[in-house]
């Protein structure tokens, strides 16, 4: 099971940190991705991490300003948003896929989390 979480309003040029807590069959993880889908649009990748948190990917959109990382204790991951624009709002989506790759199906999804950046 996958918890997402810490969605909320902020202004643009914030900061948000979304968790998304893996409980269950967490041994199967390899990835855990983050997506998001604003009104009308499709879903987009944002980037992605490596169960053991050595390596991550992030889209072009997000770069600079977005950062992974994992708390092995907690079997969390957890995405730091930082200069964060109106164009980042969205429902914020994490996923695990079960083999490796970043790119791909991924294989469970969490329910989103809404991250609204007021101008």
């Known amino acids: 099971q996958l918890q997402a979480s810490g969605g909320g309003l902020v202004q643009a040029g914030g900061s948000l940190r979304l968790s998304c807590a893996a409980s269950?069959?967490?041994?199967?993880?390899?990835?855990i991705g983050w997506f998001r889908q604003a009104p009308g649009k499709e879903r987009e990748f944002v980037g992605a991490?490596?169960?053991?948190?050595?390596?991550?990917l992030y889209s072009d959109s997000v770069k600079g300003r977005f950062a992974m990382s994992r708390d092995d204790t907690k079997n969390t991951v957890f995405l730091q948003m930082n200069t964060l624009k109106p164009e980042d709002t969205a429902i914020y989506y994490c996923?695990?896929?079960?083999?490796?790759?970043?790119?791909?199906?991924?294989?469970?999804w969490g329910q989103g989390t809404l991250v609204t950046v007021s101008s």
């Open positions: 996923a695990a896929r079960f083999r490796l790759g970043y790119i791909g199906d991924y294989d469970y």
């Open positions: 269950g069959r967490t041994i199967s993880i390899y990835i």
């Open positions: 991490i490596r169960w053991n948190g050595r390596s991550t």
